[in-house]
């Protein structure tokens, strides 16, 4: 990983942070995203600290601003001309329904949009530093859901973790179709469970809910962040995966996915949603 350009996106903290810190300690110049200066400052300084490296930079983002992960894109290529590994990374979870300004469900736009409009707007640089990886952390909690393409937006009946699931099917049905399209490219594309994690996941809620959801992730999940964070930095950085694209890792071990997940039809109808929701058609 000595000097290769690492761009991921949330992280100023749990499995973010630690990957950034792995990465960093390995060699690579790693640049985080965060959602304001001050976050990226403080995290940059303690990257630095903990690794010994001054290859460490931050850029702010707000995923669910299309315009900001444009700017973000855009800040990106002015600064640098290569691109070998994009870990998305970031994600939010919402008690109650939330919207963006475009009027989609929140926690559908951070999670996925956030994912498709970002890689697409970075993948000619990702081209042309091939060979190169993407990285997509995703979650078991895509296990249980679905894509409905009627309601995708949860008008009719929310609840954050259904929110939540389609968000994090989208992430693996978006790999799996962008592995077909990327075949021949040089550019490889993979995605993860990474564990449940101690997180800041939820501190987009109203206080008392955001408080109340980061108590029961933290009292009832087995995995800490360093752990959390081993398949990311696996799939970023092992050789052993050279060349490896389109599947979901648990463990660091190729593992199934949900049967919706390989069906085809429902990647294209979300790819071309997702394009359209995003203006890049």
Same mark, same amino acid.
């Given at each position: 990983? =000595?000097?290769? /350009?690492?761009?991921?996106?949330?992280?100023?903290?749990?499995?973010?942070?630690?990957?950034?810190?792995?990465?960093?300690?390995?060699?690579?110049?790693?640049?985080?995203?965060?959602?304001?200066?001050?976050?990226?400052?403080?995290?940059?300084?303690?990257?630095?600290?903990?690794?010994?490296?001054?290859?460490?930079? *931050?850029?702010?983002?707000?995923?669910?601003?299309? =315009? =900001?992960?444009?700017?973000?894109?855009?800040?990106?290529?002015?600064?640098?001309?290569?691109?070998?590994?994009?870990?998305?990374?970031?994600? $939010?979870?919402?008690?109650?329904?939330?919207?963006?300004?475009?009027?989609?469900?929140?926690?559908?736009?951070?999670?996925?949009?956030?994912?498709?409009?970002?890689?697409?707007?970075? /993948?000619?640089?990702?081209?042309?530093? #091939?060979?190169?990886?993407?990285? +997509?952390?995703? %979650?078991?909690?895509?296990?249980? #859901?679905?894509?409905?393409?009627?309601?995708?937006?949860?008008?009719?009946? *929310?609840? $954050?973790?259904?929110? *939540?699931? =389609?968000?994090?099917?989208? +992430?693996?049905?978006?790999?799996?179709? /962008?592995?077909?399209?990327?075949?021949?490219?040089?550019?490889?594309?993979?995605?993860?469970?990474?564990?449940?994690?101690?997180?800041?996941?939820?501190?987009? +809620?109203?206080?008392?809910?955001?408080?109340?959801?980061?108590?029961?992730?933290?009292?009832?999940?087995?995995?800490? %962040?360093?752990?959390?964070?081993?398949?990311?930095? *696996?799939? #970023?950085?092992?050789?052993?995966?050279?060349?490896?694209?389109?599947?979901?890792?648990?463990?660091?071990?190729?593992?199934?996915?949900?049967?919706?997940?390989?069906?085809?039809?429902?990647?294209?109808?979300?790819?071309?949603?997702?394009?359209?929701?995003?203006?890049?058609?």
């Amino acid at each position: 990983m =000595q000097d290769k /350009l690492v761009l991921i996106t949330g992280g100023t903290s749990g499995i973010g942070f630690e990957t950034a810190r792995a990465l960093a300690e390995m060699g690579a110049h790693v640049i985080i995203t965060a959602r304001d200066e001050e976050k990226g400052h403080n995290n940059v300084e303690a990257l630095k600290r903990y690794t010994g490296s001054d290859k460490v930079d *931050y850029l702010v983002c707000d995923f669910a601003d299309q =315009q =900001q992960v444009r700017e973000l894109a855009a800040s990106y290529k002015e600064k640098h001309a290569r691109l070998d590994v994009l870990i998305n990374n970031h994600g $939010a979870a919402y008690f109650g329904r939330q919207t963006t300004t475009e009027g989609y469900e929140m926690t559908l736009a951070v999670n996925h949009l956030g994912y498709f409009l970002l890689t697409h707007l970075l /993948l000619d640089t990702l081209k042309a530093s #091939a060979p190169a990886r993407i990285v +997509n952390v995703a %979650s078991n909690a895509h296990e249980r #859901a679905n894509i409905d393409f009627n309601d995708i937006h949860l008008e009719n009946e *929310y609840a $954050a973790m259904k929110a *939540y699931g =389609q968000s994090k099917l989208g +992430n693996i049905l978006f790999t799996y179709e /962008l592995s077909r399209r990327l075949e021949g490219s040089g550019v490889t594309v993979n995605c993860l469970h990474p564990g449940f994690v101690a997180t800041n996941m939820g501190a987009n +809620n109203i206080p008392f809910f955001g408080f109340l959801f980061k108590l029961i992730f933290n009292i009832f999940v087995p995995v800490k %962040s360093p752990e959390g964070a081993s398949t990311s930095i *696996y799939l #970023a950085s092992s050789p052993e995966i050279e060349g490896t694209s389109g599947k979901y890792f648990v463990d660091e071990r190729p593992a199934p996915s949900n049967r919706i997940s390989y069906n085809v039809d429902v990647a294209r109808r979300l790819w071309d949603l997702s394009m359209e929701m995003t203006g890049l058609n």
